[in-house]
């Protein structure tokens, strides 16, 4: 399950530093959800094998001065709510402010395990003047400087520590069976999809954005089919629903997402695919899941010839370079194709879990390596001599070669596309690597 960490504090303290120093460019994983495109707020930090979710809350602040703290505020609130782990992060060139105070005082009220992130420790005098970080009353505090990286490797080594191990009772009564993750944008028909499918009232449904509220995990046994659903919905309290929502909803969705095999993507068919489920789609890929798109509302959609077979044209030009992802057109509310769309979400996970004879592979994929050769890199003749299959968490195949180093991108696509073509691997995550024969 998703172990979700959140940095908090006022502005200029350092968070999107130490969010950027944790994370590694090359870990940022959104970088375009709505209303947040000013710095990047989610992660995946992977340290000494153990992997969590980093979530900086420094750009989910109003600009004008007079909600500046409120907005701060209500970050931390969510925050403490939503992470299993807070950071909360001050400046020893300031000290303790009033502010730090006020938060300092809501910290004090969770169970959630609180580090102390003391910024801008850099020579021995800082280090001294740190030691009045103590007086806010925690028990985990930790020096660093953002900016050069020291202290971050013990502060990652406490977080990772906090890690659990996956409770087994938890997950024993549904252990093996498949986990679609249903996510998408708000009001794309997520909760009626799960209505529609359990025949129950499990979730609250409105027309409000943004009702939906913590992750539900319902066990589906129909027709033979045996699968959990886990759905970021429910009831949310009255009060709660004038809130800014955006925060939670991509917090829940990174944990529907993280507890899941197969993501099923709900686009809205009155607006096509947008920017943000473009977004989310790009998490799900970062994070190695099987997806399908479900294309809801379709009811709605005035219809000529082949309307269908453009709109899914239009799609896979959106989405590309992840062309291959089924795409069904469904009515949640009509319950129409919704069975379709689970008999599909079970052959991705088939596919997910797909095992191809060493002899199978290396017959088809021979055939496609006489069709095309690899081009020659520096005068050096690439020769790949085999494939195969190696035991992974998604479909991962090695070719071996004389030469790994100089494949480039453009033939591992080529071999990709190969390998969807001859198997079934639609909407499956592809690991492919050269190594030395």
């Known amino acids: ?18 969010f950027n ?37 420094g750009g989910f602040v109003a600009r004008s001065s007079d909600v500046f703290e409120k907005e701060i505020r209500r970050q931390v609130e969510i925050a403490i709510e939503e992470a299993s782990l807070l950071l909360f992060m001050m400046d020893v060139t300031t000290g303790i402010t009033d502010f730090d105070d006020d938060v300092i005082k809501m910290l004090r009220r969770t169970s959630k395990p609180v580090f102390v992130v003391v910024n801008k420790v850099d020579n021995n005098t800082r280090q001294l003047e740190a030691t009045a970080f103590y007086s806010a009353g925690f028990e985990d505090v930790f020096f660093l ?36 993750a249903i996510v998408g944008q708000p009001n794309v028909g997520k909760s009626t999809l799960l209505n529609a499918l359990t025949g129950q009232e499990r979730t609250l449904v409105t027309d409000i954005a943004g009702t939906t509220r913590d992750a539900i995990h319902t066990r589906y046994r129909l027709f033979e089919k045996d699968f959990v659903l886990v759905d970021t919905a429910g009831v949310r309290k009255k009060a709660a629903v004038k809130e800014d929502l955006e925060f939670y909803t991509v917090i829940r969705t990174i944990k529907a997402i993280d507890e899941s095999d197969v993501c099923i993507l709900m686009i809205d068919a009155n607006t096509g695919i947008e920017g943000q489920d473009l977004a989310i789609l790009h998490m799900i890929e970062k994070k190695k899941k099987g997806v399908i798109i479900l294309v809801n509302k379709w009811d709605m ?7 269908m077979i453009r709109f899914e044209e239009s799609i896979i030009h959106r989405i590309a370079p992840f062309r291959d992802i089924p795409i069904v057109f469904i009515s949640a509310k009509d319950k129409t194709r919704i069975y379709k769309a689970m008999e599909t979400a079970l052959a991705v996970y088939a596919s997910k879990n ?45 070719f071996f070669t004389n030469y790994p180093n100089d494949v480039r991108e453009p033939y591992k696509n080529y071999l990709e596309n190969q390998l969807r073509e001859h198997f079934p691997l639609s909407g499956v995550p592809i690991n492919i690597f050269f190594r030395k024969k």
């Open 145 to 180: 400087s953002s900016i050069t990286g020291s202290g971050t490797g013990e502060l990652l080594d406490a977080i990772t520590a906090r890690i659990p191990d996956e409770d087994a009772s938890e997950l024993k009564e549904t252990e093996g069976l498949p986990r679609f």
């Open 301 to 307: 959609v005035e219809k000529e010839t082949n309307t």
């Open 21 to 57: 120093r944790l994370t590694g460019e090359r870990h940022a994983i959104v970088d375009d959800l709505s209303g947040v495109t000013r710095d990047r707020h989610y992660g995946i930090v992977d340290w000494n094998g153990k992997i969590f979710d980093l979530i900086d809350t």
């Open 1 to 18: 399950m998703g172990f979700t960490v959140a940095i908090i504090g006022r502005p200029n303290v350092g968070k999107s530093t130490l």
């Open 354 to 398: 797909l095992k191809v004879s060493t002899s199978k592979l290396n017959e088809v994929m021979q055939e496609a390596l006489e069709k095309y050769h690899p081009p020659a890199v520096r005068g050096n003749y690439i020769q790949i001599k085999y494939v195969t299959q190696m035991p992974a968490q998604v479909p991962t195949f090695v």
